[in-house]
């Protein structure tokens, strides 16, 4: 999974740093995150799962940088040292439960140009089952909005994915183990995804980097990403709802949902490094 995208540098959306700020991509211990605690991460230098570098605090001055602080950065790093500084945005949602379904969370993500970053952390969720989670959102600009009881339009007592899908919009993204499939723009199938597993406790911890191809129909949901939103999915539910026949786990039922919007690279960091403790959640 790590050499997925081999041909991408995945390390420029972590490595950018805010203008002034130390430019090797290295800049101290302690600023190096393994993203993906569930994985084990991936081996030093195989790419994608590495998150370097703190861009809001620079970290530790590199001692070698002296007084041209550009003069180390590395090609893909090379922002303008004033005004627009970092191209990366970094986005948080806050997940909150739909349906009663007692699930929490947060998801993180972090974008430069047509590569995307997800991490997410959840709580609650029906334990040993797996969770479909995805970005949801309108591509005509509309902002989402987070579904309320009163979608339950077929009055069985639950928010269908169908019904929360009025509010939230379509799904843009599905967050995936296997994302050389997600680039693909979400066709209404969920064929061939492969989403995370709640553990025992019902914990899900999930890291992932999506790299689009420039051009691709899919790298439009990397636009306008403070107007989407992050949803999770699958409960039990008695007979009757959804469609079911008989008291069965529901993978589509949402369970947890959260707005993006954007946050600062210091608070990504803090976020980041706190996912990574499993200090959230
Ligand atoms: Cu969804």
Excluded: C, W
């Amino acid at each position: 999974m790590p050499s997925s995208f081999g041909s991408v540098t995945p390390l420029g959306i972590f490595g950018t740093p805010a203008a002034g700020a130390g430019t090797t991509p290295f800049p101290s211990a302690g600023n190096t995150l393994t993203a993906n605690p569930a994985t084990g991460g991936a081996a030093p230098g195989s790419g994608g799962e590495t998150l370097t570098a703190n861009p809001a605090t620079g970290g530790a001055a590199p001692a070698s940088v002296g007084g041209a602080p550009f003069a180390v950065a590395p090609v893909a790093n090379q922002a303008p040292a004033a005004a627009s500084a970092s191209a990366a945005h970094y986005y948080e949602a806050t997940l909150g439960p739909i349906n009663n379904s007692g699930a929490s969370g947060v998801a993180i993500l972090a974008q430069e140009g047509n590569v995307l970053n997800v991490e997410l952390e959840a709580t609650g969720l029906t334990p040993n089952q797996t969770h479909m989670q995805h970005i949801h959102g309108f591509t005509n600009g509309q902002p989402s909005v987070a579904p309320t009881p009163t979608l339950d339009i077929n009055h069985d007592g639950f928010v269908a994915s169908t019904e929360a899908e009025t509010v939230t919009g379509p799904e843009l993204l599905d967050l995936t183990l296997n994302p050389q499939l997600a680039v693909q723009q979400h066709a209404g199938s969920e064929s061939g995804g492969i989403y995370p597993t709640a553990d025992a406790n019902g914990v899900l911890h999930y890291q992932e980097t999506f790299a689009f191809p420039s051009g691709a129909p899919a790298a439009s949901v990397l636009q306008n990403l403070g107007n989407r939103a992050v949803e999770l999915h699958g409960m039990n539910v008695p007979p009757g709802v959804d469609g079911m026949t008989s008291a069965t786990y529901d993978p589509s039922m949402p369970v947890a949902f959260g707005l993006l919007h954007e946050i600062t690279p210091s608070t990504f960091t803090f976020l980041s490094q706190a996912l990574t403790n499993g200090n959230v959640g």
